[in-house]
C-alpha cells in the first residue's frame, strides 16, 4: 500500500548544484502536483500535472521544471540550487473525478547552502 | 485570487477538552470545497475533514467536526476529547470546484499559514 513515495527525505545541495526530486505514485492518479513548505506560508503550489505529458505552472514556478511521462511518476527539477530554495517539498496525486482530494507523499527537506 | 487565513499561529488544550482552530478565506467563487489537514512531526500531510460548499450540514469525522458559515467565509475545525496524539500543524485548505467539458478539472489548493496545537496531558 505504497500511496505516493518521494526521494531523497533528505539533501543538502550547494548552490549552484542540480538535482531531481523524485515522486511516484501507484493509484492510478491522473493529478500530481509539486509544493513547498516554508514557515509561515503555509504550502504553495509550484507545478502540477493533469495527464501524461500535460504539465502547468503553479504559484512559485520559478527555478523548477517538471515533466510527466508516464502517469505514475512525477519528478521535480531544481535547475541551479539557490539557498531561497531550501524548503520542505511535497508531491500530491488525486483522481480526477470526484471530490479531487490529494494525497500527499512524506516530503523532502531540502537545504542549500 | 483565492486566500485562505489562519489568524491564530498556535493554539493549546488539556488532554479530553475541546479546541476550535479558526479558519477564514476570500472567494467569489459559489461551489468549492474546503480541507483541514493535520501535519504531525512526522511531516506527513493527513487529510482530517472535508467540505462541499453546496451542503448546508456540517462535515464530521468522529471526534473533529467543522462549523461552516458560508456567508461569513468562516470554516472553523473543533477537536473533542483532545487527545496527546492530535498535536500537529493544521493547515485549512480551498479549492474551487470546477467542470470542464471532460466531467471535472484540476483544481488548485490554497492553503493557509497553519496553526500549531500543543496538547497538555
Known amino acids: 500500500n505504497a500511496g505516493v513515495t518521494q526521494t531523497p527525505k533528505f539533501q543538502v545541495l550547494k548552490t549552484g548544484q542540480s538535482m531531481t526530486l523524485q515522486c511516484a505514485q501507484d493509484?492510478?492518479?491522473?493529478?500530481m502536483s509539486w509544493y513547498r513548505q516554508d514557515p509561515g506560508m503555509g504550502l504553495r503550489l509550484i507545478h502540477y500535472?493533469?495527464?501524461?505529458?500535460?504539465?502547468d505552472q503553479g504559484e512559485v514556478p520559478n527555478g523548477y521544471n517538471v515533466s510527466r511521462s508516464t502517469t505514475e511518476d512525477f519528478p521535480l527539477r531544481l535547475l541551479s540550487a539557490a539557498p531561497s530554495q531550501t524548503s520542505v517539498y511535497f508531491c500530491?496525486?488525486?483522481?480526477?473525478?470526484?471530490?479531487?482530494?490529494?494525497?500527499f507523499g512524506a516530503g523532502t527537506r531540502l537545504s542549500v547552502l | 485570487a483565492q486566500t485562505v487565513t489562519q489568524s491564530q499561529p498556535e493554539m493549546s488544550v488539556q488532554e479530553a477538552e475541546t479546541v476550535t482552530l479558526s479558519c477564514t478565506y476570500d472567494?467569489?467563487?459559489?461551489?468549492?470545497?474546503l480541507f483541514w489537514y493535520k501535519q504531525p512531526p512526522s511531516r506527513q500531510m493527513i487529510l482530517v475533514i472535508r467540505?462541499?460548499?453546496?451542503?448546508?450540514q456540517n462535515a464530521t469525522e468522529n471526534r473533529f467536526s467543522v462549523n461552516f458559515q458560508k456567508a461569513a467565509k468562516s470554516f472553523s475545525l473543533k477537536i473533542s476529547d483532545s487527545q496527546l496524539g492530535d498535536a500537529a500543524m493544521y493547515f485549512c485548505?480551498?479549492?474551487?470546484?470546477?467542470?470542464?467539458?471532460?466531467?471535472?478539472?484540476?483544481?488548485?489548493?490554497?492553503f493557509g499559514q497553519g496553526t500549531i496545537l500543543t496538547v497538555h496531558p
Open positions: 500530491a496525486s488525486s483522481p480526477r473525478q470526484g471530490s479531487n482530494i490529494q494525497y
Open positions: 493509484m492510478n492518479h491522473e493529478y
Open positions: 500535472s493533469v495527464g501524461a505529458g500535460i504539465t
Open positions: 472567494t467569489s467563487e459559489s461551489d468549492y470545497y
Open positions: 467540505q462541499e460548499a453546496y451542503k448546508q
Open positions: 485548505a480551498y479549492r474551487d470546484f470546477l467542470i470542464n467539458a471532460g466531467g471535472t478539472s484540476y483544481g488548485k489548493l490554497t
